[in-house]
């Protein structure tokens, strides 16, 4: 059975600096991963996705995120945080782009002015 | 970009009642669509997949008789909670797939309290 484990539950961070949020995976097959972001009270927004090719990929709001097939895990990363960026984040797998997804926990991240 | 929505965003209801919400792709055709529920401050857990024209998929440990799922059309989902209790209280999220890019889109959700 395929699952998906965030290890931190909370992280808080200052505005400006760097971010990173663990994604860690099991599943049987050539994984399809993606990192949502939910604002309170709102549904999911897409960061990003892989599915093949470039382990390195980038997403929108300057988030990033890489595969890394022999640790499972897909961390996401952000170079300078914005207040902006406080929300829930969640990381997914599935077995293709369209099918049902597994999500994590989610990982809660406040941004400290 | 493909656009999903959900009616209501928000539902009060008395414990006993049914209460529909509907999901609806805006601009695109989802033969499959996925009910998830999200407890508060936990994560999404997937309660049943549906397909347009058949009946739904359900999870294991979800109730099929109480979480009513149709999915009549290419773009309109519809789940009801039957008999509704205050541990169905819950933010209720759509997803559907689209049909021309296999890619999966959310809608904002549902908020349903049940007093």
């Known amino acids: 059975a395929q699952s998906v484990t965030q290890p931190d539950i909370h992280i808080t961070v200052s505005e400006g600096a760097s971010l990173e949020l663990r994604c860690n995976y099991s599943y049987g097959a050539t994984p399809y991963l993606f990192w949502y972001v939910q604002s309170p009270g709102q549904g999911l927004q897409l960061l990003l996705k892989y599915f093949s090719g470039d382990t390195l990929v980038q997403g929108i709001k300057g988030f990033e995120a890489e595969f890394k097939r022999s640790q499972s895990s897909f961390n996401l990363r952000k170079p300078s945080v914005h207040w902006s960026d406080a929300a829930e984040y969640f990381c997914?797998?599935?077995?293709?782009?369209?099918?049902?997804?597994?999500f994590g926990g989610g990982t809660r991240v406040l941004v400290k002015p | 970009g493909a656009v999903v929505s959900q009616h209501p965003s928000w539902v009060i209801c008395k414990s006993g009642t049914s209460v529909k919400i509907e999901c609806r792709s805006l601009d695109f055709q989802a033969t499959t669509m996925f009910w998830y529920r999200q407890f508060p401050k936990q994560s999404l857990m997937l309660m049943a997949t549906?397909?347009?024209?058949?009946?739904?998929?359900?999870e294991q440990g979800v109730e099929k008789d109480k979480f009513l799922i149709n999915h009549a059309s290419l773009t309109l989902s519809t789940l009801t909670v039957t008999s509704a209790h205050p541990e169905d209280s819950s933010f209720y999220i759509c997803s559907a797939r689209a049909v021309d890019t296999d890619t999966q889109y959310f809608g904002p959700g549902t908020r349903l309290t049940v007093l």
């Open positions: 997914a797998v599935g077995a293709n782009a369209g099918n049902k997804l597994t």
């Open positions: 549906s397909n347009e024209g058949s009946k739904a998929t359900y």
